[in-house]
């Protein structure tokens, strides 16, 4: 069975920093790439970061770069550490990892994880 984990997140003033952590436990190999996803109020969940199952590239949503950055400790963990953080940041943040997800040319959609799988998620809010 796979289970998908996230953590870090909470209630931070702006110009604060998080670290959000996922954990992808029991995936039946190791060519999974990785994402960070961000879901409003009202909205779809949008794409914030994506990382190569072997690490070696990512990619970042314009509205986060700079400020946001991914990493891969190994093939089931990953990281995204938030600084500058901002009010308009304030979402619940999913973790996904699918064997389907490009990570060199472009963020993923919701619909790009198919088969793949889900985070319970993580409320980060930033306070003015």
């Known amino acids: 069975q796979v289970q998908v984990v996230e953590s870090g997140g909470g209630l931070v003033q702006a110009g604060g920093s998080l670290r959000l952590s996922c954990i992808a436990s029991?995936?039946?190999?190791?060519?999974?790439?990785m994402g960070w996803f961000r879901q409003f109020p009202g909205k779809e969940r949008e794409g914030v970061a994506c990382?190569?199952?072997?690490?070696?590239?990512s990619y970042y949503a314009d509205s986060v770069k700079g400020r946001f950055t991914i990493s891969r400790d190994n093939a089931k963990k990953v990281s995204l550490q938030m600084n500058s953080l901002k009010p308009e940041d304030t979402a619940m943040y999913y973790c996904?990892?699918?064997?389907?997800?490009?990570?060199?040319?472009?963020?993923?959609?919701?619909?790009?994880?198919?088969?793949?799988?889900w985070g319970q998620g993580t409320q980060v809010t930033v306070s003015s």
């Open positions: 996904a990892a699918a064997q389907t997800l490009n990570c060199r040319r472009g963020l993923p959609t919701f619909s790009d994880i198919g088969f793949g799988y």
């Open positions: 029991g995936l039946p190999s190791d060519d999974y790439g």
């Open positions: 990382i190569t199952w072997s690490g070696d590239s």
